[in-house]
Each structure stands twice: as structure tokens, then as C-alpha cells.
Nanobody, 124 residues
Framework: QAQLVESGGGLVQPGGSLRLSCTASGFTFSSYAMSWVRQAPGKGLEWVSAINSGGDSTSYADSVKGRFTISRDNAKNTLILQMNSLKPEDTAVYYC?????????????????WGQGTQVTVSS
């Protein structure tokens, strides 16, 4: 059974940085494309970033491009989201999600497994 566990969230001031991690188990992590998706208070799901199974192709939402970096370590079954220059509008619960194909996808319906989420709050 696929399991995804996020960590690294917290409270940070505007302009600060956070590093989110997602540890995967129960499936062949290196064969799955992975994404980060967030949900701000009172809003729907917003796709943030994705990486293909091999880690050599990435994609970002316009709202985070140039500030966030997605990466993965297939040897450690770990997905990373480095978030810099954080803004109050980045406040949300961040989820990692797995897609049972190697190529990137951006729709929530494309992801078969989700983590429980980690809260990121950007506030002074």
C-alpha cells in the first residue's frame, strides 16, 4: 500500500525559506512522477510543481516559478520542495502526490496517492 508522509512545514516570515520533504513507501518510487499540491484556507486544490520519475524534467505553476525548486532522491524514496522568498499567499497545506506513470501531470485526478499534508504559514 502506497504511503506518503510530508514534513518540514511551519511558520516563517515573508521572504523566508522552508524545505518540505515527502518520504514514500509501499511502491516503486523511482517509477512514479511526483507532484506538490497545496490548498489555501477556504480555497480549492492548486497544483504547485511536478517532477518526472527520473528527476530530469520539472514543471512549476507560474505563482511559484523562480522561487520554488522541486527535486527527488530515488535512492532514498524522498521528494523535496525548496521554497524561497515566501509570500503570505503561499500559506496553505502542502500535499505530495504520486502518479503511477513516469511523465509529469498537473491535474489532481492524475494522482493516485496523497500524503496527509503539512501546514505552511507565511506571516510576520
Amino acid at each position: 500500500q502506497a504511503q506518503l508522509v510530508e514534513s518540514g512545514g511551519g511558520l516563517v516570515q515573508p521572504g523566508g525559506s522552508l524545505r518540505l520533504s515527502c518520504t514514500a513507501s509501499g511502491f516503486t518510487f523511482s517509477s512514479y512522477a511526483m507532484s506538490w499540491v497545496r490548498q489555501a484556507p477556504g480555497k480549492g486544490l492548486e497544483w504547485v510543481s511536478a517532477i518526472n520519475s527520473g528527476g530530469d524534467s520539472t514543471s512549476y505553476a507560474d505563482s511559484v516559478k523562480g522561487r520554488f525548486t522541486i527535486s527527488r532522491d530515488n535512492a532514498k524514496n524522498t521528494l523535496i520542495l525548496q521554497m524561497n522568498s515566501l509570500k503570505p499567499e503561499d500559506t496553505a497545506v502542502y500535499y505530495c502526490a504520486a502518479r503511477s506513470r513516469s511523465d509529469i501531470a498537473t491535474l489532481s485526478s492524475d494522482f493516485g496517492s496523497w500524503g496527509q499534508g503539512t501546514q505552511v504559514t507565511v506571516s510576520s
